[in-house]
């Protein structure tokens, strides 16, 4: 009898720490073994599961009843749903507790994602430029019209047209409701540099008609925006005919001159006293600029009207195309440059030399500022 008693006791003990470490299930004789719970719902059967909800006012509620505002005993992971009843408490939604706030579930639509239009012509890239043979990361955004906040996932990559070697992919992301941007980021290596641009053709989406973007012409200036750059260059490097800025920027990897349309703002050696300053065409086709110039310490003065410059080509902007840079009577060289963008739309840019030497090195200062 005695042996009888032990056995079942035994059985009892086996049975209930089975039941400890199987899964639960509801409707359901075997549930899946890497569920805690598995509900199961009767085919054609339409019906969910009723989450508590709980009238959160703040970020930090405690749930506990008892009231001691001890919140970190909040077990990390609980979820409730907010009904939004209380006035000024938390939006409608559902929350978990990360162990030190509540955090409100995404809620986004579950509508198809739609738009009205696709802006390809005011997309904007990120850097604005980009060089030859050197490995590019950025971001190309995409304005459109008509958002309804529907939500999109990643698209395929767009290889680009013109300059090649980049290839654009849009990021996953939910719509606006009304205008927004989409995102591309864009990554290779581009076989030309800023100013060649590069196209990318966007497909339909969304309702939205396809497009072509054009980017990588460089920076451009709001009006009032100014673009500088500062450079110290070694005197015995500068002080001859055979240095350009540009070239030695490139070089040494400095900060990229300043340029707006395709014109780069750069100088020549002459000699350990003089410099040249010029503006050069790097646009991927010739370009018609007026310029008037002015030096301050000397007082020259030059003008020069509808000069056609070629791709890569320039225009020394001096009266006599020198300018000082010693710092007894370093000048500081202006001129004010129009450029055609086509056939009806002009800008005008202040273009600013000031260089002098201190201490066995010629200090560059540049500037670019867009007037109109």
Do not use: H
Request: charged share 10%; glycine share 10%; aromatic share 10%.
């Amino acid at each position: 009898m005695k042996i009888k008693k032990t056995c079942f006791i035994l059985f009892l003990a086996l049975a209930a720490y089975s039941s400890a470490i199987a899964q639960s299930g509801i409707n359901i004789k075997n549930p899946d073994p890497y569920t805690s719970l598995d509900i199961f719902t009767k085919s054609g059967a339409k019906s969910g599961v009723l989450i508590p909800r709980v009238e959160l006012v703040t970020s930090t509620d405690d749930l506990n009843t008892d009231g001691d505002g001890n919140i970190s005993n909040q077990p990390k992971g609980l979820l409730i749903y907010n009904p939004d009843g209380v006035s000024g408490g938390l939006p409608q939604g559902f929350y978990y507790w990360n162990g030190n706030e509540w955090r409100i579930i995404a809620s986004n639509t579950s509508i198809q994602p739609g738009v009205n239009a696709i802006m390809c012509s005011e997309a904007t890239l990120s850097p604005a430029s980009y060089v030859s043979g050197q490995a590019y990361n950025g971001t190309l955004t995409v304005p459109y019209i008509g958002g309804n906040g529907g939500s999109y996932g990643p698209g395929s990559p767009i290889a680009s047209t013109g300059v090649t070697g980049l290839n654009a992919t849009l990021q996953a992301g939910s719509l606006a409701y009304g205008n927004g941007y989409l995102t591309y980021t864009i990554t290779g290596t581009p076989n030309a540099s800023s100013p060649a641009t590069a196209s990318f053709i966007i497909p339909s989406m969304f309702g939205g008609a396809g497009c072509t973007v054009t980017v990588g012409a460089g920076r451009a200036l709001n009006i009032g925006e100014a673009i500088t750059a500062i450079y110290s260059v070694p005197a015995g490097t500068a002080g001859n005919s055979a240095f350009n800025l540009g070239t030695y920027v490139t070089a040494n990897n400095l900060t990229p001159l300043p340029k707006v349309d395709g014109l780069e703002i750069n100088l020549q050696g002459n000699s350990a006293a003089f410099y040249d300053p010029r503006i050069y065409n790097r646009a991927s086709s010739s370009q018609l600029i007026s310029y008037q110039s002015f030096a301050t310490s000397v007082n020259e003065n030059e003008t020069s009207l509808n000069n056609t410059v070629a791709a890569n080509g320039f225009v020394q902007v001096d009266a006599n195309d020198i300018v000082q840079w010693t710092t007894s009577a370093a000048e500081v060289e202006t001129t004010n440059v129009q450029v055609q963008i086509n056939a009806t739309t002009y800008r005008w840019y202040e273009f600013k030399w000031w260089c002098m030497e201190v201490a066995g090195a010629k200090k560059i200062f540049l500037s670019v500022m867009r007037k109109a």
